[in-house]
């Protein structure tokens, strides 16, 4: 959403969240062109119609056609929306939208390029030869059970109606296993595939860490002060080592660093994302800006990055989720409490540490959501290294199958990073963090073996051969 457009809508918000009365689920779907950009532009003219107000999205999922089954995959998913409009008054207005956006009818459930459905409105029936609601071939889809389960799994039909009782998570259970199961979208940049977080045999991403500070904790000034031509050499051998994604950081994370101001910040950033951008053998590889300051975010993403790696979750800076909102870009959320400077007084987890971060996360997806971030544009991190103990890290990274599970959190897709950390340093009895090769290798291997989907190193080469490896024995 343009910063113009995204002022109206809250404009508009403004003027009519008090006429916001009814609330429905509307259906999303796309099988032409940019698919994921599609729904984004259909969600984004709800919101700016000034009747309609997105609360919450499901995730995007890739599916087979179900009916005319010669035809491109279809990405579906589901909004949860306030409105003031009849269910009359609420179907003209998506249809409107659909017209504005250039969707031609072929055929009955044919290709199409954004596609509405109102599924459910209130606790409502409705019926004429427009519309019915609630939606009559609902519960027979996977497309359509599988995002309403993500966002509303214990809720049921309307009572009185002739489909069958029961909660649309137990419709979803009863349905018969399709041979190519489903799997959410996470677009990354337009240059990569997204990442499909339920594909057993996806490979796993890599994400090279390119600290642009004289005070990281491994490789600190390594790339600080070096002249273009260093750099550059630098991101080509992360690309030919296997990075899809270059991590670009210009303020260090680690305990006790000193906090530099944002101007500083950008100025190690902003010429580092205009080199990758300017490189030929980086034209394929996302960059994502490690910061967690929404005015860095906002430059970078300007600047061309495509994805805000936020070690904080939007708590450090009140306007980050906000402004990842209105950008319309993809956001890491990592599980830390407090800042660099105190997190390592706070690693206290008497309730169980996956039972917590799951929880904790939670809190922070939500936050995202509130702030109208789509549900499809969140990665999760567990913060291994961040307010955790050797003993806490270490289960994070026996249990990530069991959180990737957490209620709530299904769906969403996990970035891992181990590289180098002390708890690996004080087990393999490596002070040296750049000797710490072997022992992030393993932690490697575990993070893979629990589902992460990218991971994040310092020994690009080394920890890609680790990835293949590991996506051999662990993704079939």
């Not at 044919?110 to 459905?117: A, Y």
């Not at 580092?272 to 993403?301: F, H, M, N, W």
């Not at 809190?363 to 103990?389: C, H, N, T, Y």
């Not at 599970?405 to 708890?423: C, D, E, I």
């Amino acid at each position: 959403m343009s910063p113009v457009a995204f002022q109206t809508y809250h404009t508009r918000k403004a003027h009519s969240a008090s006429k916001m009365e009814h609330r429905a689920f509307i259906a999303l779907g796309s099988n032409l062109g940019d698919r994921v950009a599609m729904i984004e532009k259909a969600c984004n003219e709800m919101d700016m119609s000034g009747v309609i107000r997105v609360l919450r999205t499901s995730s995007l999922w890739e599916t087979k056609a179900m009916y005319v089954l010669d035809q491109d995959k279809f990405v579906n998913g589901v909004c949860e929306i306030e409105t003031s409009l009849s269910p009359i008054g609420l179907l003209d207005q998506i249809q409107s939208i659909e017209n504005r956006m250039g969707r031609v009818k072929v055929m009955d459930k044919g290709p199409r390029n954004i596609d509405l459905d109102i599924l459910l409105y209130d606790e409502q029936t409705f019926s004429n030869d427009r519309l019915q609601i609630p939606h009559p071939l609902m519960l027979e889809r996977e497309f359509v059970l599988r995002p309403l389960s993500e966002i509303i799994p214990k809720s049921s039909l309307p009572p009185n109606i002739t489909l069958p009782p029961g909660s649309f998570q137990y419709h979803l259970s009863n349905l018969q296993p399709l041979e190519d199961p489903i799997s959410p979208l996470t677009p990354l940049a337009p240059s990569l595939p997204p990442i499909t977080a339920h594909h057993s045999s996806r490979d796993t991403r890599v994400m090279s860490i390119l600290n642009l500070t004289p005070d990281s904790f491994s490789d600190g000034g390594q790339n600080y002060g070096v002249d273009e031509s260093a750099l550059a050499n630098t991101i080509k051998s992360h690309v030919s080592a296997g990075a899809t994604i270059l991590d670009l950081g210009g303020q260090s994370t680690r305990p006790g660093a000193a906090q530099v101001s944002s101007s500083e910040e950008l100025s190690r950033v902003l010429p580092a994302i205009k080199l990758v951008r300017s490189i030929p053998e980086a034209k394929g590889v996302a960059i994502s800006v490690d910061t967690y300051r929404a005015q860095v975010a906002e430059e970078a993403i300007k600047a061309g990055a495509d994805i805000v790696n936020d070690v904080s979750s939007g708590l450090m800076d009140t306007n980050m989720l906000s402004t990842v909102a209105r950008l319309g870009c993809t956001i890491c959320l990592m599980h830390m409490r407090g800042t660099p400077e105190t997190m390592n007084k706070l690693a206290s987890y008497p309730d169980g540490v996956v039972e917590t971060v799951g929880r904790e996360l939670l809190e922070r997806v939500q936050a995202a959501e509130s702030a109208g971030i789509r549900r499809w544009r969140i990665i999760l991190d567990p913060g291994i290294g961040f307010a955790k103990k050797q003993e806490h890290n270490l289960e994070l990274l026996r249990r990530l199958g069991e959180l990737r599970q957490f209620s709530g959190l299904h769906g969403l897709p996990w970035l891992v990073g181990t590289s180098r950390k002390a708890f690996v340093g004080r087990i393999t009895g490596v002070k040296e963090a750049k000797e710490r090769t072997w022992g992030t290798a393993a932690a490697v291997t575990a993070a893979i073996q629990g589902g992460a989907d990218i991971i994040r190193v310092h020994d690009v080469e080394e920890m890609g051969q680790v990835a293949k490896m590991a996506d051999a024995v662990w993704r079939v």
